[in-house]
């Protein structure tokens, strides 16, 4: 009669470990769908910023502090249990209405920051530059910086900022640097006046990469109409080949700086500054903004002209001049109305 109870104790461990079973059936169950549900939240996108060597505990209570209503300790307790907790990424993300506990670890896994763009405009100055980087969701690091220490925080003591930074559509997180985006910007610049540069034209009377630079930017700002740009860059080219003075009204402008009202006199034109080429001979010193590609090509392959002045039309186009009494003409019916 021994085996009875024994029979008894095998049925109470046998229902036990169907318990048990049940048991981790419904928390497994109750687990794939709590990872599968969209965390609580409202219905607008929230802000999630991670800081450089936050914790995975820190960075689930990050999650709820800025808005999930989840339990930070189950969240970091998924975030361990994953094997992924220690590849979370910092940075700044966005967190939309529909984000599971799953989607939402993979994009901190990824690093999938919410980015912000910033587009830096032909014929831009410096100045105007840094007013956009002021009005970015970025982290001002030159907000208390001159121009010259700028350059030297990008490693270019001594370079004039203006023109050298590349006219194009940046992304970036929120709460990067300003100098990260110059950075590139900059880069960006050398690279295509480099690649401009290595493809001048033969008999270009430009003798540096810096000097094509700076025509880039005259022709930038002296154009109205894009077909028009190699032949304004062709007239220039021949001015500096003959010793003519280049005679442009944008150099004045940039040269008078604050100063400059909106309307140009005579009085400004025979103001003398080193920007003023209507009393300084050559190029003047630096770029007056940043020109794009098809103004950089323009100055190393300008068209080839006889042309030596031209002036505007009135629509955007230029009326070009081979003589000063052709282009006294041109002065007289496109801006005199004779």
Not at 117 to 131: H, N, P
Not at 204 to 226: F, H, M, N, Q, Y
Request: charged share 25%; no cysteine.
């Amino acid at each position: 009669m021994m085996p009875a109870p024994f029979h008894t104790g095998s049925r109470v461990v046998r229902r036990l470990l169907a318990w048990f079973l049940f048991l981790a059936v419904a928390l497994g169950g109750g687990a794939a769908w709590w990872l599968h549900a969209p965390l609580p939240m409202g219905s607008e996108p929230l802000e999630l910023a991670i800081e450089p060597g936050t914790l995975p505990r820190g960075v689930a209570q990050d999650v709820q502090a800025a808005g999930v209503r989840v339990d930070a300790r189950i969240l970091f307790a998924f975030f361990r249990l994953s094997g992924r907790a220690r590849d979370i990424r910092a940075g700044n993300y966005e967190i939309p209405p529909g984000t599971t506990p799953l989607t939402l670890l993979d994009k901190l896994v990824r690093g999938e920051e919410t980015l912000r763009t910033l587009t830096l405009v032909e014929g831009w100055t410096f100045r105007q530059v840094r007013a956009a980087l002021a009005r970015e969701e970025l982290r001002h690091d030159t907000a208390d910086l001159s121009d010259a220490a700028v350059m030297e925080r990008l490693g270019r003591p001594g370079v004039h900022p203006e023109g050298r930074f590349f006219p194009d559509t940046y992304t970036f997180a929120k709460g990067s640097s300003e100098l990260a985006v110059l950075r590139r910007a900059l880069h960006a610049m050398d690279r295509r006046l480099e690649a401009a540069w290595a493809q001048r034209a033969s008999d270009t009377p430009l003798k540096s990469a810096d000097e094509a630079l700076i025509l880039a930017s005259i022709v930038e700002k002296e154009t109205g109409r894009a077909s028009d740009r190699a032949q304004i860059a062709g007239v220039f080219s021949n001015r500096l080949r003959i010793g003519m003075l280049l005679q442009t009204d944008p150099t004045v402008i940039y040269g008078l700086g604050e100063k400059f009202d909106g309307n140009l006199r005579r009085r400004d034109l025979q103001t003398d500054t080193p920007w003023n080429t209507y009393t300084r001979a050559g190029l003047p010193p630096t770029p007056i903004a940043m020109p794009g590609k098809a103004s950089l090509m323009a100055a190393v392959q300008p068209e080839a002209t006889r042309a030596l002045y031209f002036v505007a039309r009135g629509d955007g186009s230029s009326q070009f001049s081979a003589s000063l009494e052709e282009h006294n003409r041109a002065v007289n019916r496109y801006q005199r109305g004779q």
